[in-house]
């Protein structure tokens, strides 16, 4: 997203075509290595505005705000995780109700 957001700075239309397709591909290439990093947004911006040759010192500006933006994001990942395990156990018809709707478990959980 930082990277169309800087594009247009430079005189580049982050809506054609090969704009969209380089970048997917520089995404998902550089995804590997910082997928398992602390505040790995920030190191995979810098990877994908080098790669694509836009200004990298506008990073700096995501870096200071980088802690806020990685706590929702890392919401917003559990939310979904927890999401589709409920869901796949549902549609698999292993979900445990009696403990689903135990009010007791969370209060429990809360207080080790």
């Known amino acids: 997203m930082l990277a ?9 239309d982050p809506f054609t075509p090969g704009f969209l397709i380089q970048l ?13 990093v602390g505040g790995g947004a920030t190191f995979a911006a810098l990877i994908v505005l080098s790669s694509m040759g836009l200004p990298v010192a506008l990073a700096g500006l995501l870096i200071s705000i980088e ?14 995780s927890m999401l589709t395990g409920t869901l796949s156990s549902r549609i698999l018809k292993k979900l445990n109700w009696n403990t689903f709707n135990d009010k007791t478990a969370v209060e429990h959980e809360s207080t080790l």
């Open 24 to 36: 997917v591909l520089i995404i998902g290439i550089s995804s590997f290595g910082v997928a398992g």
């Open 67 to 80: 802690p806020l933006i990685d706590m929702g994001r890392t919401a917003l990942n559990v939310n979904g």
């Open 4 to 12: 169309v957001m800087i594009a247009p700075s430079v005189g580049i």
